[in-house]
């Protein structure tokens, strides 16, 4: 009877500790706001929280864009998206097998990527997992960007080559909710005057 109980209480603590580690939360970092019109907009998914003992082969998130102005203000930027995979933050360092990031229409777009040697990486809290990069048009708003959270559109691919862990968006410092934030991109004409505000300002500390 004693076996028997420690076999139960030992399953019932094996299902506790799993869902722990179960799902790989990202967050918005290193945002990078348009000034004018044709300028980019970008922004990062990093891991927010520390995945211990996730080895992965792969990665892919897929997200939605919409404004409360209208579509159109955004355009993707393929080759400012791909290249993370220049910066030391990046998930997999110098990957040379490239990144890819598609343009599945209706305003969904898909970054996915997986390292250049039959070997899984290990996760760690702070790793760029993808970079979204927009040209902007010059349409003012909020953008709220959508975190497609199926695993069939967005997951860490386990080292088993089977197994996926699903993905859970912490919106940070922007309104939003455990699938999506909201960015507010102003006016052209609205940054031009802090900019000029600013140096004004400076020019009086000057005198």
Same mark, same amino acid.
């Given at each position: 009877m004693r076996a028997l109980n420690f076999v139960v209480l030992s399953f019932a603590l094996a299902c506790i500790s799993v869902p722990a580690w179960a799902v790989v939360e990202v967050t918005p970092s290193n945002l990078v706001m348009?000034?004018?019109?044709g300028e980019l907009f970008s922004f990062d998914l990093t891991i927010s929280s520390d995945p211990t003992g996730i080895t992965a082969m792969g990665f892919k998130s897929t997200i939605n864009v919409s404004s409360d102005v209208g579509p159109g203000g955004l355009t993707l930027d393929v080759t400012n998206s791909e290249?993370?995979?220049?910066?030391?933050?990046?998930?997999? *360092?110098?990957n040379s097998a490239g990144v890819n990031v598609l343009d599945r229409g209706s305003y969904n777009y898909e970054f996915a990527d997986s390292p250049d040697n039959p070997y899984a990486e290990p996760l760690f809290s702070g790793d760029i997992m993808a970079r979204y990069a927009f040209i902007w048009g010059g349409v003012a708003g909020d953008y709220t960007f959508t975190l497609d959270l199926d695993t069939s559109s967005s997951y860490v691919a386990l080292d088993d080559y089977v197994s996926k862990e699903a993905l859970l968006l912490n919106p940070?410092? *922007?309104p939003g909710d455990s699938s999506s934030f909201t960015v507010t991109i102003p006016e052209p004409t609205t940054l031009t005057l802090f900019a000029l505000g600013g140096a004004i300002f400076l020019r009086k500390r000057r005198t």
């Open positions: 348009p000034s004018s019109s290249a993370v995979t220049d910066y030391s933050g990046y998930w997999i *360092y110098n940070g410092n *922007y």
